[in-house]
């Protein structure tokens, strides 16, 4: 925790941003990033020169406190972090790799120069992680709750570009890690915060954590998963991809509606990560539930050709393959040995009549 509390009223606006231009510019970028920038934090806009032959990416993702983030239990560092992290995935999902940054912020006066700082460390260190350069933004004042946003551009040759739209009856779905372990994390973040707001000595209170770590670290600071996406986004058998942001049900449904299938998930290929099982039950909770509806997942979730079970269980070993696409426009079902299980609907799933 940063004891010392610098108000940034102390330093001004342009005190504020010459220090975070530091903290900016303290990243290590490849040259072939570093060479497309021909003006970063200098002048009116971050001036960058577009690759020939290849698409340009555009996402932008706005985090607002007490919507997004809790600043009971999440750190600055981790903030920062998550903010580009979850702007980066988009353009993972898109088969494509990163370029440059610009950061909007809205601070309430209970921010400190410190803290703006330890937030620009965690976009900074993520910046450096995943090779993308911070160009710009705007630092301005809230008086309401803090406001951060980041937009990222990024480039993908047109072969490697994959849409929601791709997915083709008879593929395979796929996912790149474990699922539900983000939402359980939050469910034990926000059943600690509310044993510290009724614990009586405030400053004695000690988080109990420590047992949860894997699905708090998921929660607080997800992965971007380059390391499978550039694995596969050049290979012609991946046909449709999408990160996980919403749940796995509700971003299945995003290429669904977009490829106009429908689609069979397998119960029994839905792994329920160790940590799950235990949070689930420590709250009495359904664990497939964390697993088919648990979002900020930040997974890849992608369609394969049939043919091509083998060749993802090569290429991407971290891969497990969970269902298939099917022809049924529009209708996402649980099944077990092709039986069907339940339909899943849009915020839950209703019970087959036996
Ligand atoms: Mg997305």
């Not at 607002?64 to 920062?80: Q, R």
């Not at 050049?234 to 999408?242: D, F, P, Q, S, T």
Request: aromatic share 6%.
């Amino acid at each position: 925790m940063n004891q010392k509390h610098t108000s940034i009223n102390s330093v001004g606006e342009f005190g504020l941003i010459e220090r975070i231009r530091k903290i900016c510019a303290s990243v290590p970028l490849p040259p072939e990033i570093g060479e497309k920038i021909v003006l970063g934090i200098d002048d009116d806009t971050a001036v960058v020169r577009p690759s020939e032959h290849l698409l340009q990416l555009v996402t932008s993702d706005i985090m607002v406190e007490g919507v997004h983030f809790d600043l009971t239990y999440t750190s600055m560092e981790h903030l920062g972090w998550k903010l580009l992290v979850v702007n980066l995935s988009d353009i993972a999902a898109m088969g494509g790799i990163p370029l440059h940054a610009v950061i909007t912020v809205a601070l309430p006066a209970k921010i400190s120069v410190e803290m703006v700082e330890a937030m620009y460390g965690g976009i900074a260190k993520a910046a450096e992680t995943y090779r993308c350069a911070i160009v710009g933004g705007d630092t301005n004042t809230s008086l309401g709750n803090m406001t951060v946003a980041a937009t990222v551009t990024g480039e993908v040759s047109e072969s490697w570009l994959k849409l929601r739209s791709g997915a083709q009856p008879g593929d395979r779905i796929c996912v790149s890690g474990d699922l539900g372990l983000s939402h359980a994390g939050l469910k034990i973040l926000l059943r600690e915060k509310e044993r510290y707001l009724s614990s009586p000595g405030k400053d004695e209170f000690k988080p109990n954590l420590t047992p949860y770590t894997v699905a708090v670290t998921k929660h607080l600071a997800p992965r971007a998963r380059f390391d499978v996406a550039q694995k596969i986004a050049g290979r012609e058998w991946v046909h449709a991809m999408i990160d996980i942001s919403d749940g796995l049900a509700s971003d299945l449904r995003h290429i669904c509606v977009r490829s106009r299938t429908g689609a069979h998930l397998d119960i029994d290929k839905l792994r329920i990560p160790e940590q799950v099982g235990t949070i689930a039950a420590e709250l009495g909770e359904e664990p497939m539930d964390f697993v088919l509806y648990g979002g900020e997942e930040y997974e890849l979730l992608f369609t394969v050709h049939p043919d091509a079970v083998g060749d993802i269980e090569q290429v991407a070993p971290e891969v497990s393959v969970i269902g298939t696409v099917t022809a049924d426009a529009g209708k996402i079902e649980l099944v077990r040995n092709n039986e069907p299980v339940k339909i899943l609907t849009g915020g839950g799933y209703d019970h087959f009549r036996k």
